[in-house]
């Protein structure tokens, strides 16, 4: 089970440096993913979809192609939590090994 809590600044700015290419914009973490193609894309995004409902908590995220752009925020902090870094973090070993 993961904790769920809001994170300090220094427990977000920690978690920034083990995921490249994410920034905060807007007061969520924020990347652009891109793929080979369409259907690597979906793909992805179906791995990530079964995960996010496993633990119960939901991207925004748009795809045009082969590119999924993602913002994760915990609504009901209004801030980035721990949720988020987990989420992004799966998101990452996913598209590294693809």
Same mark, same amino acid.
């Given at each position: 089970?993961? %904790?769920?809590?809001? /994170?300090? @600044?220094?427990? /977000?700015? %920690?978690?920034?440096? %083990?995921?490249?290419?994410?920034? /905060?914009?807007?007061?969520?973490?924020?990347?652009?993913?891109?793929?080979?193609?369409?259907?690597? #894309?979906?793909?992805?995004? #179906?791995?990530? #979809?079964?995960? #996010?409902?496993?633990?119960?908590?939901?991207? @925004?995220? +748009?795809?045009?192609?082969?590119? &999924?752009? &993602?913002?994760?925020?915990?609504? +009901?902090?209004? +801030?980035?939590?721990?949720?988020?870094? @987990? /989420?992004?973090?799966?998101?990452?070993?996913?598209?590294?090994?693809?």
């Amino acid at each position: 089970m993961i %904790e769920r809590r809001m /994170l300090t @600044e220094d427990e /977000l700015k %920690e978690g920034l440096k %083990e995921l490249p290419g994410w920034d /905060l914009l807007d007061n969520k973490l924020h990347k652009q993913y891109k793929f080979d193609s369409f259907a690597e #894309a979906m793909g992805w995004m #179906a791995t990530v #979809a079964i995960y #996010a409902d496993k633990i119960d908590h939901h991207p @925004e995220w +748009s795809n045009v192609y082969n590119r &999924v752009t &993602v913002d994760l925020i915990t609504h +009901s902090y209004y +801030s980035v939590s721990t949720l988020d870094l @987990e /989420l992004a973090r799966f998101m990452e070993r996913v598209f590294r090994t693809g």
